[in-house]
Nanobody
Framework: QVQLADSGGGLVQAGGSLRLSCAASGRLSTSYTRGWFRQAPGKERELIAA??????????YYADSVKGRFTISRDNAKNAAYLQMNSLKPEDTAVYYCAGASRYYSDPGNVRNYGYWGQGTQVTVSS
């Protein structure tokens, strides 16, 4: 019953920044997980960042490829998630998807059962 809408993609020069948003509607939850995935043409979809919130406890995951460059954040009142992307590289070019689950995971880097997905937003980084 939760719907996600991701947005904020675009064309940016290498070294630049972009901020992606994941808006939630429908049946919101006090405990929830949001993951940001990306998929380049011909490549497997990969998890790059995730946040999980229990109502009291926060867990965060970053893939090594984006650690130190990307920051995931939340707005608990809205069940929203954001991805601040800095120092972008051409290899970051992909369609980025927000995914969600209506529960807390203590290990958000290993969630298999995301129930909700955004439509995807294109990020293109030029060299």
């Amino acid at each position: 019953q939760v719907q996600l809408a991701d947005s904020g993609g675009g064309l940016v020069q290498a070294g630049g920044s972009l901020r992606l948003s994941c808006a939630a509607s429908g049946r919101l939850s006090t405990s929830y997980t949001r993951g940001w995935f990306r998929q380049a043409p011909g490549k497997e979809r990969e998890l790059i960042a995730a946040t999980s919130w229990s109502g009291m406890i926060e867990k965060i995951y970053y893939a090594d490829s984006v650690k130190g460059r990307f920051t995931i954040s939340r707005d608990n009142a809205k069940n929203a998630a954001y991805l601040q992307m800095n120092s972008l590289k051409p290899e970051d070019t992909a369609v980025y998807y927000c995914a969600g689950a209506s529960r807390y995971y203590s290990d958000p880097g290993n969630v298999r059962n995301y129930g909700y997905w955004g439509q995807g937003t294109q990020v293109t980084v030029s060299s």
